[in-house]
């Protein structure tokens, strides 16, 4: 970076965290005596309330279900999302990587976007579209919920920075770069090996396009050495918008380990926690694996016999109950973010819609965010806490990305001036 440019990352706070986990144990960041009018309900209604990844579009591409006006199938919908005081939904453009391996990534994720475009135009009084931090408080004061859009997968840029901006154009406001496979961008953390050791040439060039344009880079789902090449490579803070915490889940490289959360941190990014029961809990994790490699084994022997598979998981299944996270497990991850880094580093990226039907047992769709508000009330947090974690930390990332775009000349395009 030239002497002229800005660097936009925060300074670095690592002494601060060190006195915070120094101070854990007199209540850092927390106050000790709770005033008893409290109402979680209440203030999740009140206060700006965001959550980072919610896959419904992929969802409904499945199969119709109605999010306008109900849908016991879904675990996002407009009725459901009011209950729980959800303000921000950003809707997940998640494109599996069989996509790009037959060459209708871009035009998967077209379709995706035309649906989100679809809900705000169908039910303007509920819904909206949203493209920039300015157009959150509008839509929140207008009482509706705002959609803003990440894409979940590089693939759809097929090699083409162009495809970057007309990504941006559509609304995209985020990017994670991969999902399940090794892709042109970046090596993925769930498959085997790696391409690039890292980011990929061109994955690097992307992250500068994704600086100068104003849109977030999200480490979700990168190798531990892709994501350190996008903490030295962003001249911004990053986020990760559906990660949990590799230290209660040890092994699942799909969560970032502590030295990540730190360094996140430290550049000023934000760590948004993903429910999913696999994802903070180290038995469903487990659960999950052994579920996996019976199926594997399987399949190797009976390549052609699909009736074994299928008799495995019903007697798996009935002998090994599921064991389901709960909201406590959840704010575990958060404290722990909080005592790694600070109260400005954290927040929900729920995964709802994204993970199958594991989501922790009182947290089983968006109507139930203020059972996390209030675990985190009775852990010690104080409302200004609460405030950061249930919006206005990644609001802050996301305003520090518009910051920087406008200081390399280009504008940030809204939908509600």
Request: hydrophobic share 40%.
């Amino acid at each position: 970076m030239s002497s002229e440019t800005k660097d936009f990352r925060p300074n670095r706070r690592l002494n601060v965290c060190l006195l915070c986990l120094f101070l854990i144990g007199v209540g850092c960041s927390k106050q000790t005596e709770q005033p008893p009018d409290f109402s979680a309900e209440r203030f999740a209604r009140e206060t700006l309330l965001l959550d980072s990844h919610i896959d419904t579009p992929f969802a409904i591409s499945r199969g119709f279900a109605d999010v306008i006006s109900g849908d016991s199938t879904l675990e996002f919908d407009y009725p459901r999302a009011v209950e729980g005081g959800l303000d921000v939904a950003f809707m997940s453009i998640y494109v599996p990587a069989a996509k790009e391996e037959d060459g209708t990534a871009t035009d998967f994720a077209d379709e995706l976007i035309d649906y989100v475009e679809s809900l705000a135009k169908d039910a303007p009084s509920k819904f909206a579209l949203a493209t920039c931090t300015q157009d959150i408080e509008a839509i929140k004061k207008q009482g509706k919920i705002a959609l803003p859009m990440g894409m979940e997968n590089g693939a759809p840029i097929a090699g083409e920075l162009e495809k970057l901006d007309y990504f941006y154009k559509r609304g995209i406001r985020y990017l994670t770069l991969v999902h399940s496979k090794h892709n042109h961008l970046a090596d993925s953390s769930y498959d085997e090996g790696g391409k690039w050791d890292g980011l990929s040439p061109f994955g690097r060039d992307i992250v500068k396009a994704m600086n100068d344009i104003g849109m977030v880079i999200d480490i979700s789902h990168l190798t531990d050495d892709a994501a350190w090449d996008v903490l030295e490579m962003s001249q911004v803070s990053v986020a990760a918008t559906h990660s949990s915490l590799r230290h209660f889940v040890p092994g699942f490289h799909r969560n970032i380990p502590d030295e990540l959360v730190i360094a996140v941190g430290e550049a000023g990014g934000v760590v948004m926690i993903n429910f999913g029961s696999g994802f903070v809990s180290a038995p469903a994790r487990s659960w999950s694996d052994k579920r996996k490699a019976g199926i594997a084994a399987l399949r190797l022997e009976y390549p052609n016999d699909d009736s074994k598979v299928s008799d495995f998981i019903r007697t798996y299944e009935e002998q090994n109950q599921y064991p389901f996270a709960s909201v406590s497990t959840v704010v575990d991850h958060i404290d722990r973010v909080v005592q790694l880094t600070s109260i400005d580093n954290v927040g929900f990226g729920s995964d709802y819609e994204g993970v199958g039907p594991t989501m922790p047992r009182d947290l089983k769709d968006v109507s139930k965010f203020p059972l996390i508000v209030q675990e985190l009330w009775d852990r010690g947090y104080t409302r200004e806490d609460m405030k950061k974690i249930l919006g206005e930390n990644y609001m802050r990332v996301w305003a520090e990305n518009e910051q920087y775009a406008r200081a390399m000349g280009n504008p940030i395009e809204c939908t509600h001036e």
